[in-house]
């Protein structure tokens, strides 16, 4: 269990970011923009992984999150979340995915259809 909190925040800055937090590790169904990230699959050995890196074929998969819609609303700060995903969390790649018709769209088909990994919950604690 992991509990997140703003303790500087006023309700409805942690309601904010509980929003955004539960929308960035759910599927990614309808968003504007979405980031990848290297996902090791399971049952591949290290051996394979090596032998695909070797070969020039993709030795991992990729697994896709949502940038979160306040966030993802305008480029500017799509791109701001991307650098500090980047900085915090390693390599991805920001995609627009808005609209029928953008290349590489394809690509989030397995995201839409994911699973989510996660179950969050909210809780107004009152002091």
Do not use: Q
Not at 31 to 50: D, E, I, K, N
Not at 73 to 97: N, V
């Amino acid at each position: 269990m992991l509990r997140c909190v703003l303790m500087d925040g006023d309700a409805s800055e942690n309601a904010l970011f509980a929003a955004a937090l539960d929308e960035a590790i759910s599927p990614a169904l309808g968003h504007r923009y979405v980031l990848s990230r290297p996902l090791w699959p399971a049952g591949r050995a290290r051996r394979t992984v090596a032998w695909r890196a070797l070969t020039l074929r993709a030795p991992l998969e990729e697994s896709w999150h949502p940038v979160p819609s306040d966030l993802g609303s305008h480029k500017d700060r799509a791109e701001a979340y991307h650098a500090a995903w980047t900085a915090h969390l390693g390599p991805g790649e920001l995609l627009f995915a808005g609209r029928e018709g953008v290349p590489g769209r394809d690509r989030l088909a397995g995201a839409a259809a994911a699973r989510g990994d996660y179950v969050t919950s909210r809780r107004v604690l009152w002091h």
